[in-house]
């Protein structure tokens, strides 16, 4: 019974490490693409407006902003 513990523990352990280790850009560039997505589904009208309204920053650009608002 100890055994299964154990083995279960490393195996929550590892994949814990293993979800955490996908990076903050995977994330971002994720979201950008779901909500690119989303706005395709829409009717065409609402779909290029969706598009405009849409965050086209690049990863590298957010990052900066995104330092630059935590600096005292």
């Known amino acids: ?3 299964k513990q154990l083995i279960a523990f490393i195996f929550l352990t590892f ?3 293993a ?3 996908c990076t903050t850009q995977a994330w ?3 979201v ?3 909500a690119e997505n989303n706005c395709r589904k829409q009717p065409p009208s609402e779909s290029e407006r969706c598009q405009e ?3 086209k920053k690049s990863y590298e ?3 900066k902003e995104h330092s630059y608002k ?3």
Do not use: A, D
């Open 61 to 63: 650009e957010y990052e």
């Open 32 to 34: 950008k693409q779901g």
């Open 53 to 55: 309204n849409l965050n």
């Open 70 to 72: 935590k600096s005292p």
């Open 28 to 30: 971002y560039e994720s």
């Open 1 to 3: 019974m100890k055994t």
């Open 15 to 17: 994949f814990m490490l």
């Open 19 to 21: 979800v955490s280790g």
